[in-house]
């Protein structure tokens, strides 16, 4: 059976790709609720799903090694009884989901792809944006904003995902009054359900995103919440439905094409989307630098760090809040405000509190004042003898 893929054990079957540390951290920006499809399988490790493919992504200070895996039948061919075993349990389970579900139809290994090298560099250039410069972008932030500065300090590399909108869309609307761990697993059921399998490694098995045409499927509200996705499967239905019947399957593309307000509103007429869903999208897969999502965290740290005071006799997050919010940031940090956001939300997260413990290198100035301090008692206490 194949398994995860290794550096060390193997580092020919990996291709590399030159990124320092500062510019991308893949413990950071794949872990901070942008995308909810990477785990890490080894000890800095990441694998996950992007563009059709499985990837493995690591990194030294100044690389990013990636090993791609690809789907293959591992005998060739296969027998009469597989393949009437196989029909036999997708006959039996259309009955049940009316087509929603998609078995798979055969034993996919991994294997690394031979050709497509530079398909796949470009792929990873553009998922992780690398035409932006993080090193200048933080420069700019922390010069504009202290606290900023404090925080980016131990924070680099938090870069902004381009994630495919149709995936990014229907995954957020999963995230309303939710968690990034059960989101994690919402998402993958949701893969395994309605998605094509794509590959195995060490018995797990890897799955695309489901289609629009496979979201929008009359029977697939019952078969979520079956899953344990709540309301919340009606909305993913009910958006697939609207966008294929409205406006056809490039329309969310094409959003990337115009202003930012006109996205962020495109967005809302679809069920289950509100201004923080819009906002994430936006963002995350529309090239919307500027879009700045507003939950409960930023509206915290807002409070908390900027001492931001609109609002503050509201239990919840009204559209006028929002979008006062986003514009107080953008005023701020400038074209790119959904990105500096992005770095303060991932260094509020709970699971990353512990760097903020590690202890940081003193300021020159700090330094130069405890030994004026030291040398002047000193001083005193010659004095004295």
């Known amino acids: 059976m194949a398994k995860h893929a290794v550096l060390t054990s193997g580092a020919k079957l990996w291709r590399s790709l030159a990124c320092a540390k500062p510019e ?4 950071l920006t794949l872990a901070c609720g942008q995308s909810f499809r990477w785990r890490e399988t080894a000890d800095g490790h990441w694998t996950g799903v992007m563009g059709g493919r499985v990837w493995t992504l690591t990194q030294t200070d100044d690389t990013i090694w990636y090993h791609v ?3 293959q039948d591992s005998q060739g061919v296969r027998s009469d009884r597989k393949r ?3 029909a036999s349990l997708q006959t ?11 078995m798979e ?3 996919p290994v991994a294997v690394t792809l031979e050709n497509n090298t530079d398909e796949e560099e470009e792929m990873l250039r553009d998922y992780f944006q ?7 972008l933080y420069k700019e932030w922390g010069a504009a904003d202290p606290h900023f500065k404090r925080i980016a300090d131990i924070f680099t590399g938090v870069r902004m995902l381009r994630q495919d909108p149709t995936e990014c869309l229907f995954a957020f609307i999963c995230t309303s009054n939710n968690h990034i761990s059960r989101i994690e697993g919402m998402i ?5 359900a309605l998605g094509t399998q794509l590959c195995q490694l060490d018995e797990k098995s890897y799955y695309n995103f489901p289609t629009l045409s496979a979201l929008a499927d009359d029977s697939v509200e019952a078969c979520l919440r079956d899953l344990g996705f709540g309301y919340r499967a009606r909305f993913l239905q009910q958006s697939a439905k609207k966008i294929l019947d409205t406006h056809g399957l490039g329309w969310l593309d094409g959003l990337r094409s115009v202003p930012y307000l006109q996205a962020r509103d495109a967005l809302r007429t679809l069920p289950g989307v509100g201004s923080k869903v ?3 999208v936006c963002l995350m897969s529309l090239d919307k630098v500027e879009a700045v999502p507003v939950d409960t965290h930023v509206w915290q740290i807002a409070k908390r760090d900027y001492n931001y005071a609109s609002g503050n006799g509201q239990k919840s997050i009204t559209d006028k809040l929002h979008r006062d919010i986003g514009d107080f940031f953008r005023k701020l940090w400038g074209p790119y405000a959904g990105w500096a956001q992005s770095v303060l939300f991932c260094a509020d997260l709970k699971k990353f509190q512990k760097m903020k413990e590690t202890p940081q290198p003193k300021k020159e100035e700090n330094c130069e004042e405890e030994m004026r301090v030291a040398c002047k008692k000193t001083k005193i206490k010659t004095e004295k003898n």
Not at 24 to 27: A, F, I, K, P, T
Not at 130 to 136: A, I, Q, T
């Open 278 to 280: 819009a906002d994430c």
């Open 105 to 107: 139809e055969e034993e």
């Open 24 to 27: 991308l951290r893949l413990d």
């Open 92 to 102: 039996e389970n259309k009955k049940r989901f009316k087509g929603a579900v998609k």
């Open 188 to 192: 993958e059921r949701l893969c395994q």
């Open 84 to 86: 009437k075993t196989n």
């Open 130 to 136: 690398l035409n932006v410069r993080m090193g200048d």
């Open 69 to 71: 895996y690809n789907t």
